[in-house]
């Protein structure tokens, strides 16, 4: 629907050769690795725990991707990292072990088909994120798209976005259904819609100051109703405050959360309102572009309906149609979910999936914050081709939304600052619960999060059961274990935090205890009681009577 990065811009172009230079003048010795720090983090390079490879972080705003994109990628996957592309919690795809002395021609490539990992990491405005359910939602009261979209291209290279106190993440929710994001990030935008004096009028409501990471926030209600075209000067006032009063000297005390938990949000709503208003008396001078919001209204919210195939279908095909499948707001459209493994995917396995997508549905393909992918508006008929093309390609999970669905960082498989083997942990959880397939299938929907240390890029706390990697000293040796956090939750509404248990269970015993947790669940549950309710309502003595080994 819409580009992502306009490439063809004077500017981004220039970007791109100041960072070749800039590599070759630290492989020339000419700067050294401080100095170069910034320049990396900026066009999304992280150094790897491995010496001198680095893992590079693509932007794809609001998930959001199309096939030749995606095919794009897919090269750069192939000829420059390790062949394995990795979907993250922030709809990004990452790319490990690069070498740096090809960040430009990684960057040219990405660039030629509107693609761009720049300020995908450093102190800038991350990845703009947003439900990829956008503009298919049965609960939606218009496709938020243009609106963030905007936003991405007014952020992107933007002076005042470069050099903020800390990262900064924004998400736009489609519904209230699909707004589990937005109490954990920076900034967040729910779709609404209001009845004015010349009848809907179509905005957003507006949060601030939410996070995870070692010290949880949750965001707070900054302003009830924003006007589509007001998003980007909104947004810039945030910034600006951000910019003004956050904490530049305690690096771990400078994120916005700490901001507004400090100041409170009253007076932050007041910092951010004087702010506002500057900016809307001369959005010219600030060179605020108008939001064309006309794509993404579609007269309400509607309930669609979309029948199954008829005929002979193939092998297996009912049971991932149940599992891979769900209606839109149109007739006769559906979504189709590819499940990954570890949010992983091989060029190959990138490539049949975009020839399929060309074949059966419309040319996009979006990533979502459960590390997996979605194909959206594909007819029914074409679900059949569609399935065997994944089928073939060895892509047919059926376990969406299980206990088999697990959500991991990469860990210490690559990240420095990871303490656990969080890859192999979800590994492990994996090939354990498919031994027990009754069980997996008998607790239904369940979220199991691992994170490799407590920064919760893996989202361990706002899962059903969080992991997070440790280290405990067992017989004078440091062994790897994990904490376990029950009962995480959140919506629009909320942020329920996981229990921390205080027990640490070593790598090799992690799935034994997840699969002890779910039949103690199955075996006390009350009627529909879910396995969040029933892990809060259980002393957590009980619980943690279970998890020993």
Request: with cysteine; glycine share 8%; net charge positive.
């Amino acid at each position: 629907m819409f580009r992502q990065f306009a490439q063809e811009r004077p500017w981004a172009q220039e970007a791109i050769e100041n960072m070749e230079r800039d590599v070759q003048r630290y492989l020339n010795k000419e700067i050294d690795g401080d100095a170069f720090r910034k320049v990396r983090l900026r066009n999304g390079f992280y150094m790897q725990r491995q010496n001198e490879e680095y893992m590079q972080r693509i932007k794809l705003p609001y998930g959001e991707v199309n096939t030749r994109q995606f095919r794009a990628i897919a090269d750069v996957n192939e000829q420059y990292s390790h062949g394995i592309a990795h979907v993250t919690t922030r709809q990004d795809i990452q790319l490990h072990y690069v070498k740096i002395s090809n960040a430009g021609k990684i960057m040219r490539r990405l660039a030629q088909d509107g693609v761009t990992s720049r300020e995908g990491c450093a102190d800038t405005v991350r990845n703009i994120n947003g439900s990829p359910w956008a503009g298919l939602c049965r609960h939606e009261e218009f496709d938020f798209r243009p609106a963030a979209h905007a936003l991405f291209e007014f952020c992107l290279y933007h002076p005042e976005t470069q050099a903020l106190p800390r990262k900064f993440k924004p998400h736009f929710a489609c519904c209230l259904e699909h707004s589990d994001q937005i109490p954990i990030n920076d900034l967040g935008f729910l779709a609404v819609a209001k009845e004015g004096p010349n009848g809907k009028e179509y905005g957003f409501r507006m949060y601030v100051g939410g996070g995870l990471g070692a010290i949880p926030h949750a965001s707070r209600l900054l302003r009830d109703f924003v006007p589509c075209n007001d998003i980007i000067p909104a947004s810039l006032a945030v910034i600006r405050v951000y910019n003004q009063h956050g904490d530049r000297e305690n690096r771990k005390k400078n994120r916005i959360k700490f901001l507004v938990q400090k100041i409170g949000i009253n007076e932050f709503k007041r910092l951010w309102k004087a702010e506002f208003e500057k900016i809307q008396a001369d959005r010219q001078g600030h060179k605020i572009p108008d939001v064309d919001m006309t794509p993404g209204l579609h007269g309400g919210p509607r309930n669609g309906a979309a029948n199954k195939p008829g005929g002979a279908l193939p092998a297996g095909f009912d049971e991932w149609w149940e599992h891979c499948v769900e209606p839109t707001r149109e007739d006769n459209t559906v979504i189709v979910h590819i499940p990954l493994y570890r949010g992983d995917m091989t060029s190959p396995e990138m490539r049949a999936i975009a020839d399929a997508v060309d074949k059966s549905g419309d040319g996009m393909i979006r990533t979502v914050y459960t590390q997996n992918l979605l194909v959206p508006g594909m007819k029914p008929e074409n679900t059949v081709g569609f399935y065997e093309a994944m089928k073939a390609a060895g892509l047919i999970r059926n376990h969406l939304r299980t206990a088999r669905d697990v959500v991991t960082c990469p860990g210490l498989s690559t990240c420095s600052l990871a303490v656990g083997e969080s890859r192999t942990v979800a590994q492990l959880i994996d090939e354990e619960l498919a031994k027990h397939g009754d069980l997996v299938r008998k607790v239904g929907t369940l979220r199991i999060n691992v994170s490799g240390c407590p920064n919760s890029c893996g989202q361990h706390h706002i899962a059903d059961i969080g992991l997070i990697g440790s280290q405990r000293k067992v017989g004078g040796e440091m062994i790897e274990h994990y904490q376990f956090l029950l009962g995480g939750v959140t919506d629009e509404r909320r942020m329920r935090l996981g229990v921390n248990l205080m027990t640490k269970v070593p790598t090799a015993e992690v799935a034994h205890a997840v699969v002890r947790l779910l039949k103690a669940y199955l075996d006390s549950r009350q009627a529909d009681e879910s396995f969040g309710h029933w892990s809060i309502r259980t002393p957590n003595a009980q619980l943690r009577a279970i998890l020993q080994y």
